[in-house]
């Protein structure tokens, strides 16, 4: 089965600050996408961006962007100019074409954003 | 128009009982799985649904029962609850193609006592 690893358990950035979470994976499959969830605390699983594998360009969404290294089996967020909404648990996600579809999870890292 | 909808949202029920949670999605997906969230907020599959056909079973205690009616609805069976099954478990759904997202609902916290 695909693991999928995020390093820090917490992190903290100021309001108006940048921040990275971290994601790496471990696959060998070629084909698959990558994803990173958000859940507040209301427990709502919120779909933050993807990134399909094939793809060699980041994903952009606003002010979530990806840095994805298909090589390093790396995905990294960053979330720039971070907002107080911003707080949240954020779960990064592999999806695989093969097996039943499934989604694997990363263990969450909790994001506190400092006023 | 709620997408993915599970009741009940809270649910707190003695050791030994059987309960049930619903769920019912809107989207046509065909696609649908039951996750559980620990005390430590991790995400494991449980079950995964496909127009009503199981395909995934992950080693899940057989107290645990998913029934797919129809392929919008995925309700979990819980047969003679034990403290450790309490959790927050999310129903979710998707198309079973390349890239397509998971729809989440707003899970339940299960309570045993």
């Known amino acids: 089965a695909q693991t999928v690893t995020q390093s820090q358990p917490e992190m903290s950035v100021q309001e108006a600050e940048t921040v990275t979470l971290s994601c790496t994976y471990d696959t060998s499959e070629s084909d698959y996408y990558l994803f990173w969830y958000k859940q507040p605390p209301s427990r709502q699983m919120i779909l933050v961006i993807r990134q399909e594998a094939y793809k060699q360009q980041n994903a952009t969404e606003n002010r979530f962007s990806v840095n994805f290294q298909k090589a390093a089996k790396s995905f990294s967020l960053k979330i720039s100019d971070s907002q107080l909404g911003d707080a949240a648990m954020y779960f990064c996600?592999?999806?695989?074409?093969?097996?039943?579809?499934?989604?694997?999870f990363g263990t969450g890292t909790s994001l506190t954003v400092i006023p | 128009d709620t997408a993915v909808s599970q009741t009940p949202k809270y649910l707190v029920t003695q050791m030994g009982n059987d309960k049930s949670i619903k769920c019912e999605q809107n989207?046509?997906?065909?696609?649908m799985y039951w996750y559980k969230q620990d005390s430590k907020k991790f995400l494991k599959i449980m079950f995964s649904?496909?127009?009503?056909?199981?395909?995934i079973n992950e080693t899940v205690p057989n107290r645990f029962s998913p029934k797919s009616p129809d392929k919008a609805h995925l309700n979990l069976h819980i047969n003679s609850l034990e403290l450790g099954d309490s959790a927050v478990y999310f129903c979710a759904s998707s198309l079973p193609v390349r890239g397509a997202e998971a729809f989440f609902g707003q899970g339940t916290r299960l309570t045993v006592v």
């Open positions: 649904y496909n127009n009503k056909e199981l395909i």
């Open positions: 996600a592999y999806r695989s074409r093969y097996t039943g579809n499934q989604f694997y």
């Open positions: 989207l046509g997906h065909d696609t």
